[in-house]
C-alpha cells in the first residue's frame, strides 16, 4: 500500500513558476509509474505528465511540453513536477497517483488528495 501527499501548490502569477512534490509512503518508488494529473472546475480529469521509475522515461500532455518537467528524487522517494511559464489555464487541482508498471499505459492505483494550483493576475 502507497501512500502519497502532494505539496508545493498556490497563486501565482501568469509566467510564474512553482513545483509540486508528490511525497510516497509505505514502499520505495521502484519499478512504479509516477503520474500527475489536474481537474479544473467544470472539466474532466486530464493526465499531465508520467515518469517511469525503472528506467526513468517520462511523458507529457501537448499543452505542458516544454514548459513543465517530470523528475524523481530517489533520496526522498519523492517525484516533483517543476511548472514554469504558467498560464491560467494551468489553474486546476493537481494530483500525483502511482502504480507499479510503465507509462502511459497504466492503471493507477494510489492517489493523493491533491494540491490547488491558481494561474492568475
Not at 493526465?47 to 517530470?70: H, L, M, N, P
Amino acid at each position: 500500500q502507497v501512500q502519497l501527499v502532494e505539496s508545493g501548490g498556490g497563486l501565482v502569477q501568469p509566467g510564474g513558476s512553482l513545483r509540486l512534490s508528490c511525497a510516497a509512503s509505505g514502499d520505495t518508488l521502484d519499478n512504479y509509474a509516477i503520474g500527475w494529473f489536474r481537474q479544473a472546475p467544470g472539466k474532466e480529469r486530464e493526465g499531465v505528465s508520467c515518469i517511469s521509475t525503472s528506467d526513468g522515461s517520462t511523458f507529457y500532455a501537448d499543452s505542458v511540453k516544454g514548459r513543465f518537467t517530470i523528475s524523481r528524487d530517489n533520496a526522498k522517494n519523492t517525484v516533483h513536477l517543476q511548472m514554469n511559464s504558467l498560464k491560467s489555464e494551468d489553474t486546476a487541482v493537481y494530483y500525483c497517483a502511482a502504480d507499479l508498471g510503465l507509462c502511459p499505459n497504466v492503471a493507477f492505483s494510489y492517489w493523493g488528495q491533491g494540491t490547488q494550483v491558481t494561474v492568475s493576475s
